[in-house]
Structures are given as structure tokens and as C-alpha cells.
């Protein structure tokens, strides 16, 4: 590879890393997939290369829908899937700032997207949170650009239906999550009870490798009896941190956990609480308050 070759890929590495995180949702699946393409890219005549950002765009997402495939065709996941937490708040995988483009970086939008077909994945990843125009898409996923247009379409709609947003300030969603964490910690359930949306739903993310909920917890009784029954035991330390671009904690410390919630009408709506070690094992060393 040459120094420009290597240079290239350097300038372009954000963007191609959040591209291929946010349609896989894993962190070493995105690194490996920038690996596979630098490559590739490597051997690459670059004098036949008029846009090399568009020539990486394309490369890293066809890889990345390759892996998608593959990993819907894998045996089944234990208990629910959950994105890896990565830190965000100027992160490679975390492009040009605009309220879309982050919340396609949510963990609860990546956990929605699970419910795409891996196209429309695809489709929803580089139009939402890339820009990439219509027909750029449809080289890289070989539909035509009206059909595009179309899974876009049908792929917003869809995540619109499950995504009942209104948002708090970031501030007051940092403030809530301080607020569950300690009430949690004391065992307290009437003060967590105020806390949860009627219908909250919690999802834990043990992957097997640790003892973790194999269903989702419904209700604001359940959920407030499940955390604190988890929590007022260990009084795990915690420090809070930016989590996939919404206020989010990491837990414990030899066992840790990475937790983020949605809001619906100023309450917790929907916790995701990822404990699997394998998913874990990217986060820095953090310094959680005792």
C-alpha cells in the first residue's frame, strides 16, 4: 500500500467505521470489516479511482451487508441482542453532528433495526445517517433507486412506529438516568415505580455468558422489582458516560453492565442493559462514582 493509499483510508476511516457499525451493530465485526476492506483497498489500482470516498463507501458497505446475511443465517442468539455500547461524543464511529444521523446511532434504534431484512438495513443506514443519494444506494445493494426509495421509505415507517419519542433535554435524560441508578442501588420501589413508563420494557444482554434476563421485562412493577433486586444486592458503582449518543452508565466493575433507556412523556419507556463481557471488552477503563 502506499503512503497516499494509507492516508486515504485514514482521512475516510470515521465515516467508513460508522458506516459499518450501524449496520451491524457490533464493534468487532466493524473493525473487522475495515480490515477486510483496507485489504482490499490495497491492492487497488488508485489511478482508476476517481472518488476514493465513494470507492470505500461502497466497498465497506457491501462487505458489511455480506456479514449481515451471514449473521441472520447463524444459530440463534441467547436471550435478547442488544448492539455493543460504544462511548460517543466525537468517536470515530460518530459522523457529522445532526439529531438524525445520532439517532440512527441510539442502541434503541440499532435494536429496532434488528427487524429489518439486512437490504433494508442497508438502505436505512447509508440514506439516513450517510446521505448517500439514491442511486449511489442502489449500486451497493443492486436494486434499482426508485426500489431504494421505496425500502428507505418503508424501513422509516417502520422504525417510526416503534419509536414513540419526545425527547427530553440532555440534561434532564442524564438527570433521570442518575435518579433510576440510585433509587435502583437503594432498593427503592416506589421511587423507581415513579420513574418507569406504565408500559416500560427492559431488555438485559447476557449473550450466555452471563446470568441475564432471557426475556424482556414488561411493566413498571416488574422492571422496578427486577433492578432493584439486581442492584440493591450489589450497589454496583457506577460513572456516567455517553453511550451511542444518548446518556448511558457502565455498572459494576468485575461483572459490569452498560445501561440506556428511552423517555416517553418524561419516564423511563425502555431500558437496554448490555452484560455480555465479549461486548464489553472494547470501552475504555472508566472511574465509577462508589
Wanted: glycine fraction near 6%; charged fraction near 30%.
Amino acid at each position: 500500500m502506499t503512503i497516499d493509499a494509507a492516508t486515504d483510508l485514514q482521512r475516510h476511516r470515521p465515516m467508513l467505521l460508522g458506516m459499518a457499525y450501524r449496520m451491524l451493530g457490533s464493534t468487532g465485526d466493524a473493525e473487522d470489516i475495515l480490515q477486510d476492506a483496507y485489504l482490499r483497498w490495497s491492492s487497488v489500482d488508485r489511478a482508476d479511482v476517481a472518488e476514493p470516498r465513494r470507492y470505500l463507501s461502497r466497498m465497506v458497505a457491501r462487505l458489511a451487508l455480506d456479514r449481515l446475511r451471514e449473521r441472520k443465517a447463524r444459530e440463534r442468539y441467547v436471550g435478547p441482542w442488544l448492539p455493543d455500547p460504544i462511548i460517543t461524543g466525537g468517536t470515530p464511529a460518530d459522523p457529522q453532528e445532526t439529531a438524525e444521523r445520532r439517532d440512527t446511532l441510539s442502541v434503541a434504534t440499532l435494536f429496532l433495526m434488528e427487524r429489518l431484512d439486512p437490504v433494508e438495513r442497508a438502505v436505512f443506514v447509508l440514506r439516513s445517517a450517510f446521505e448517500l443519494p439514491y442511486a449511489q444506494i442502489a449500486e451497493i445493494v443492486e436494486r434499482t433507486p426508485e426500489h431504494c426509495r421505496q425500502l428507505h421509505r418503508r424501513a422509516a415507517a417502520r422504525l417510526a412506529d416503534d419509536r414513540r419519542r419526545f425527547a427530553p433535554s440532555r440534561r434532564e435524560h442524564a438527570a433521570l438516568l442518575d435518579r433510576f441508578l440510585r433509587a435502583a442501588r437503594d432498593g427503592d420501589l416506589a421511587r423507581l415505580r415513579a420513574l418507569l413508563h406504565d408500559e416500560v420494557v427492559a431488555w438485559t444482554d447476557g449473550g450466555g455468558k452471563v446470568k441475564a434476563a432471557r426475556n424482556p421485562v414488561r411493566g413498571a412493577d416488574n422492571v422496578a422489582r427486577f433492578f432493584a433486586g439486581i442492584h440493591s444486592r450489589h450497589r454496583p458503582p457506577f460513572v456516567a458516560v455517553e453511550l451511542n449518543a444518548t446518556p448511558g452508565a457502565v455498572l459494576g466493575l468485575d461483572n459490569p453492565q452498560a445501561v440506556t433507556f428511552t423517555v416517553v412523556d418524561g419516564r423511563i419507556s425502555g431500558l437496554f442493559a448490555v452484560a455480555n463481557p465479549d461486548k464489553l471488552a472494547r470501552l475504555p477503563l472508566l472511574t465509577p462514582v462508589t
